[in-house]
């Protein structure tokens, strides 16, 4: 019996590609295992461009998808990481010969780690993650997890909590430092909108990112204010387009006027029906930047992890989300701290912290300057982790 067709072409690619990058001397590694990282990776990749115009960055990826956004977005060779197996490793940094190895928020392969370590080559682990439920699987493998790491320099970690969970797994601290999120330098200043005082009875709220469980909440907190004859209005983006048919059946089946984005004629102003229902792909962001408040969906199921609660705070909008924000834990702390944010135990807690916002317009823009503020201070994380890639790439040709 042959193998799939899909899983042969796959195993090829990950055991050749790497073939395809051009010889190098001297190169800056950064590795991105799938479509978020290679987000953090753009940016980081970008300044790594300008800062060091004589060297060639590169880009390796577990994922195809997130191979497939590398190639869209990044003007670098990018290619697909092989099995992390000595006959493959030793030949591809032999290829590469890089003068520094960036990691992307929590990829640990031993193979790779332990043959940098063997050709001298420092190891940054960027925009460092460790969340609670990975830390109480390492606790148990603790000497394990030493062994794996050992050959990283620097953990670049994204804030307090996830490096104080290193220093719990006998992490040196002279090789942890706290830098900050990379994703709060993903926008510029210069799209963030003045702030919105808005009068009572025009306001707009966003709910974006929703998930299965969510929507029905939803419906029943937008129908309390159906019934108000001031001009809410109320737009709904699913975190996966597909499901909008079924959204779409839960909010008429509350007694909702529903139209779709792709229906819409004309701007937000002019539309009547009670809500939109976002039925495209990234369009969630404009409608952020025309909301006067934001619910983020995600946050009431630990497999989810919560969802981007930056976008919309770094627009002036205060946020709405749930309490297991594993993936976002640090921003929904920073935001929750900050007054921008305000964190729900259950989806059905919507209703009364909505009725209290959309009665006080002020505490709409309040709040939303306040979360505004909160990530703008963050911002910078990209320069001092250029710092640190410097620092390395010193040390090592000093070696």
Not at 325 to 339: C, K, P, T, V
Request: proline share 7%; glycine share 8%; net charge neutral.
């Amino acid at each position: 019996m042959g193998l799939d067709p899909t899983f042969r072409a796959e195993l090829i690619q990950r055991t050749r590609h790497w073939k395809s990058v051009p010889r190098q001397t001297g190169c800056l590694w950064v590795h991105a295992s799938s479509v978020g990282e290679v987000r953090v990776a753009e940016l980081l990749i970008q300044a790594l461009q300008q800062r060091y115009p004589d060297r060639t960055v590169v880009l390796s990826t577990f994922t195809a998808t997130g191979y497939t956004l590398a190639k869209e977005v990044l003007a670098c060779p990018v290619f697909r990481l092989p099995l992390d197996l000595p006959v493959l490793i030793r030949p591809l940094l032999k290829r590469l010969d890089p003068a520094i190895l960036i990691l992307i928020e929590a990829e640990y392969w031993p193979n790779l780690l332990h043959a940098c370590s063997q050709r001298k080559i420092p190891v940054l682990l960027a925009n460092g993650r460790l969340s609670a439920k990975s830390f109480a699987r390492y606790q148990k493998l603790k000497f394990w997890f030493q062994w794996i790491t050992e050959p990283v320099s620097i953990f670049s970690m994204r804030g307090q909590a996830e490096a104080d969970r290193l220093l719990n797994l006998d992490i040196d601290p002279a090789r942890v430092q706290i830098t900050g999120n990379i994703k709060f330098d993903s926008l510029s200043t210069d799209e963030i909108p003045p702030p919105k005082l808005t009068q009572l009875g025009e306001i707009t709220v966003v709910f974006g990112s929703t998930r299965p469980g969510e929507e029905a909440a939803i419906a029943k907190a937008i129908s309390q204010f159906n019934q108000n004859p001031l001009d809410y209005k109320f737009i709904i983006a699913p975190r996966h387009v597909p499901r909008c048919r079924e959204v779409e059946s839960i909010l008429r089946d509350a007694g909702l006027s529903v139209t779709l984005h792709s229906d819409r004629k004309g701007p937000l102003e002019r539309w009547t029906t009670t809500v939109l229902l976002v039925d495209a792909l990234g369009v969630l962001n404009d409608y952020y930047r025309q909301g006067h408040v934001a619910f983020v969906g995600g946050g009431f199921d630990p497999r989810h992890g919560g969802h981007n609660i930056l976008e919309p705070a770094i627009l002036g909008l205060p946020v709405i989300y749930g309490k297991d924000m594993g993936n976002f834990e640090e921003e929904a702390q920073l935001l929750s701290d900050s007054g921008g944010g305000i964190q729900i135990e259950h989806p059905e807690d919507l209703t009364p912290v909505l009725e209290k916002l959309l009665s006080d317009p002020e505490e709409i823009l309040r709040r939303g300057v306040l979360a505004a503020e909160a990530v703008q201070r963050q911002k910078g994380a990209v320069n001092r982790n250029l710092e640190l890639v410097q620092s390395l790439i010193e040390k090592g040709n000093a070696t």
